[in-house]
C-alpha cells in the first residue's frame, strides 16, 4: 500500500542553521505531494503542496523538490528561526479514487534553539 | 481563511460508553475528514465524506461510525468507547484542489 518515510526526530538545531527533513514515498500511483506543520495545540496546517513531478513548492523559506526517480520530497531550510519550532508532516494524496486522502509520514520534531 | 471548528476540545470517557465528537466547516468544501493522531502512528484516516447523508471508510474504521447530516457538520462516533481510542481527533475539509484545513482537534482520553 501507500506509504511514507520521513527523518525520526526529534531533530534540534540553532538558529541560523540550515534544516533538511528527509521523506520518500511509496505508491504505485502519480500522487501529490505535501508538507504539513503542525504547532503544539494546533492541527496540521498545509505548508506547501506538489502536484507535478520534478517542480518544486516552496513557503517562509521552505522548499521541497518532487523527484519522482528517486521517490523522495525532501523539505529543505537555508536557515532555521526559534519559531519554526513545530512538527512537520510529509503526506501523499494518491490520484486515483479522487478521494484525496492524505496518507502521512510519521512526523518529525524540529526544535530550534535560539 | 477557512474554517473547520470541533467540539468539545477535550473529553474524558468511561470504557463502554459512547462518545460523539462534532466537527463545523464554514468553507463549502464537499469532502471531510476524519483522523487520529497517536505517538508513533502520525495521522490516520478514520473515515471521510463527499456528500450529506453520505459517509465512507477509511483505512481504520473499526470500532467508528460517522455521521453527515449536513455539509457543513461531520460527526464521528464511539459507540462503545475503548482504552485504544485514547488519541487526538482531526477532522478536515478539502479543496477541489486537494489542500486539506485541519481543525484544532479533540483530545479524548478513555478510562
Known amino acids: 500500500g501507500d506509504s511514507v518515510t520521513q527523518t525520526e526526530g526529534p531533530v534540534t538545531l540553532s538558529e541560523g542553521t540550515s534544516l533538511t527533513v528527509n521523506c520518500s514515498y511509496e505508491?504505485?500511483?502519480?500522487?501529490?505531494l505535501f508538507w504539513y506543520v503542525q504547532y503544539p495545540g494546533e492541527g496540521p496546517q498545509l505548508l506547501f503542496k506538489v502536484p507535478k513531478a520534478n517542480e518544486k513548492g516552496s513557503n517562509r523559506g521552505f522548499e521541497a523538490t518532487y523527484n519522482k526517480e528517486a521517490t523522495s520530497f525532501h523539505l529543505q531550510k537555508a536557515s532555521v528561526q526559534e519559531s519554526d519550532s513545530a512538527v512537520y508532516y510529509c503526506a501523499l494524496s494518491p490520484i486515483t479514487g479522487n478521494t484525496g486522502k492524505l496518507i502521512f509520514g510519521l512526523g518529525t520534531t524540529l526544535q530550534v534553539q535560539p | 481563511e477557512a474554517a473547520v471548528t470541533q467540539s468539545p476540545r477535550s473529553k474524558v470517557a468511561v470504557t463502554g460508553g459512547k462518545v460523539t465528537l462534532s466537527c463545523h466547516q464554514t468553507n463549502n468544501h464537499d469532502y471531510m475528514y476524519w483522523y487520529r493522531q497517536d505517538t508513533g502512528h502520525g495521522l490516520r484516516l478514520i473515515h471521510y465524506s463527499y456528500v450529506a447523508d453520505s459517509t465512507e471508510k477509511g483505512d481504520i474504521p473499526d470500532g467508528y461510525k460517522a455521521s453527515r447530516p449536513s455539509q457543513e457538520n461531520f460527526s464521528l462516533i464511539l459507540e462503545l468507547a475503548s482504552l485504544s481510542q485514547t488519541a487526538v481527533y482531526f477532522c478536515?475539509?478539502?479543496?477541489?484542489?486537494?489542500?486539506?484545513?485541519f481543525g484544532p482537534g479533540t483530545r479524548l482520553t478513555v478510562l
Open positions: 505508491t504505485k500511483q502519480y500522487p501529490t
Open positions: 478536515a475539509s478539502r479543496t477541489d484542489r486537494y489542500e486539506q484545513y
